[in-house]
């Protein structure tokens, strides 16, 4: 196990990005004259390293003359954007090599020719799809020009985003002007390509079939075909969507991305057979493998309020019907008032108090787990020498969840409606035995007794059954975490991931008839861009002149 003293952290620290000084000023890049004010402003922040400070710092580097493009591929390379990936920057100063990397070909000269991307999420929160979006623009970063994020709300995730480089603007998708309003800065920003996340994005998956430009639409959800409408506007409170909205978008869209094979048989029919294909979601090895050597699994768990001998089983994901959470609580109760499990201990993560139903659904938990004589606690309502000795305790929903994988004997994935989460491939690097539903793409990521166990969906005996033998049997929680990590290893590879994004994103490209040809052309569509911006924004206050009088 690696211990570093904050001390010695900050000065590897310092030392680091004066080397990388030093082989920037030996290309001409920037002058090495200039780094005493950031070495000295390092010296006195260096310690807090969390986003803001590090994207100050950045700022300031940018300040001292080292180019943005360095700036975003130093951030994507060593994580630069929470306080929890400052452990995986510390671990690359080890065993990277900086002048390697800084001598390659200048990411300037990689995106010469690739157009402005501009990415559009469901919500700035920090979730599976969320993070599904930070971990591929933060790896594709040298490769692909990603210039601005669009949301429809403030969240957590935007410093996380801004930490990269990238500008994060929002928009009212319910507003009565907001796709004209988007078309417009979409042509303002010279945006040439467009990266849209979730199937909430299908008005933006249509306003840039319009606008003619090539698109990428990745499918997070499973929502069965005559049932569009009642997941958009019923469940996920998009009221402004339509089933005909959605299928237009699968029938415009240019690429249509899913995690799953089996999520994308769900859709099918709806999109162009060429058109879709599917990419399994990577899992950012190098970061959980740095926490894991740089921290010890007791010292972990003991900040969490759990001893050596309880058995902790960790149910991660937004705390909501689908995530099946009511059934962990059922299978908990019947392992510790029926099979004797009396050293378990339940964690679960992702309460937010945001919608109704889920504020409601949090509800039923506790009065399910006190109608079984568990013990309940809400984390953040807990006194510090109390944690962790309630049977069962909800934690909200948090910006790292690494340090609950280590502290975990076994991890839960119980849903109800699922595609394939990142939850399974996270838990699995950690070497941490699985016990899922057998739905959907689920499936497609665990073979049952082999890496992770399979139960029928909505049933708690067979829940609590497949914990009950991983809880009589550490020889077997061993062999079944250590055949999900080769699982992960050969199936869920990060570098994979972002290679066959970086493909699809080149490939629609090189088709779109907008983006083909020399930068001449180029700069001819993008002022006709802005002689059409100018004339929407001659248009829009004409109109509002007519309405004054």
């Known amino acids: 196990m690696l211990h570093i003293h904050p001390i010695r952290q900050l000065l590897l620290a310092v030392s680091f990005l004066t080397a990388t000084r030093l082989i920037a000023a030996a290309d001409g890049r920037i002058p090495f004259g200039s780094s005493g004010a950031l070495l000295k402003d390092l010296r006195l922040r260096g310690g807090e390293m969390d986003s803001k400070a590090l994207l100050s710092s950045m700022r300031r580097l940018k300040d001292a003359g080292l180019e943005i493009s360095e700036l975003r591929r130093l951030a994507a390379q060593h994580d630069w954007s929470t306080a929890g990936r400052m ?3 510390i671990s690359s100063l080890h065993d990277a090599k900086p002048e390697s990397r800084l001598k390659q070909k200048p990411v300037a000269q990689l995106q010469q020719d690739k157009p402005k991307v501009a990415m559009f999420m469901h919500s700035l929160e920090r979730n599976g799809a ?63 390509m467009v990266f849209a996340n979730t199937i909430m994005r299908c008005d933006v998956v249509n306003l840039a079939h319009k606008m003619g430009l090539p698109t990428v639409w990745v499918i997070h959800e499973a929502w069965p075909q005559d049932q569009l409408e009642h997941y958009a506007r019923e469940v996920f409170m998009m009221k402004s969507l339509s089933a005909d909205m959605i299928k237009e978008a699968f029938a415009n869209c240019g690429c249509v991305v899913f995690p799953s094979n089996v999520q994308k048989d769900i859709y099918k029919g709806l ?24 921290n010890d699994r007791d010292a972990v768990r003991a900040e969490l309020g759990y001893g050596p001998n309880d058995f902790v089983v960790l149910h991660l994901g937004t705390i909501c019907n689908r ?19 009396k050293d378990l201990k339940c964690l679960m993560v992702g309460a937010r108090y945001i919608r109704d139903h889920e504020i409601e659904y949090i509800d039923q938990l506790k009065q399910e787990a006190k109608s079984n004589d568990l013990s309940y606690a809400r984390w953040e309502d807990t006194k510090e020498d109390q944690r962790g000795q309630a049977r069962l305790t909800v934690m909200d929903i948090q ?39 057998a739905i959907d793409g689920i499936p497609e990521a665990v073979d049952d007794q082999v890496d992770g166990l399979l139960v029928p969906p909505a049933d708690a005996q067979a829940l609590s059954d497949a914990i009950y033998k991983l809880h009589q049997s550490p020889e077997l929680r061993e062999t079944i975490g250590k055949a999900g990590r080769d699982r992960v290893l050969r199936q869920f590879s990060y ?14 490209v090189s088709k779109s008839p907008s983006l083909r040809g020399s930068p001449a052309s180029t700069a001819s569509r993008q002022a006709r ?21």
Do not use: W
């Open 87 to 89: 452990d995986h920057f």
């Open 130 to 192: 969320n993070n599904f979006c930070l971990h591929l623009m933060s790896k594709l970063m040298a490769s692909q020009s990603f210039t601005v994020v669009y949301a429809p709300k403030e969240g957590p995730m935007r410093a996380d985003l801004e930490a990269l480089g990238l500008k994060v603007e929002i928009m009212d998708v319910a507003a009565p002007d907001f796709l004209p309003s988007l078309e417009q800065r979409l042509r303002q920003e010279g945006i040439g």
């Open 271 to 294: 999109y162009k057979e060429d058109a879709a294909c599917t990419v399994y979601n990577g899992i950012p090895l190098k970061k959980l493998d740095s926490f894991m050597k740089s």
């Open 323 to 341: 995530k099946g959470q009511l059934y962990t609580v059922k299978a908990c109760s019947r392992l510790v008032n029926e099979l004797g499990c």
């Open 399 to 437: 910006a790292d969840v690494t340090r609950y994988y280590m502290a975990a004997d076994v991890v839960l994935v119980p849903s109800l409606n699922e595609v394939l989460p990142l939850v399974i491939g996270e838990a699995m690097a950690f070497n941490k035995p699985v016990v899922c539903s």
């Open 495 to 508: 570098d994979v991931m972002a290679s066959n994004y970086d493909k699809i994103m080149t490939k629609l």
């Open 529 to 549: 861009d802005c002689r059409h911006s100018a004339r929407l924004a001659r248009q829009s206050q004409a109109e509002s002149s007519a309405l004054v009088r």
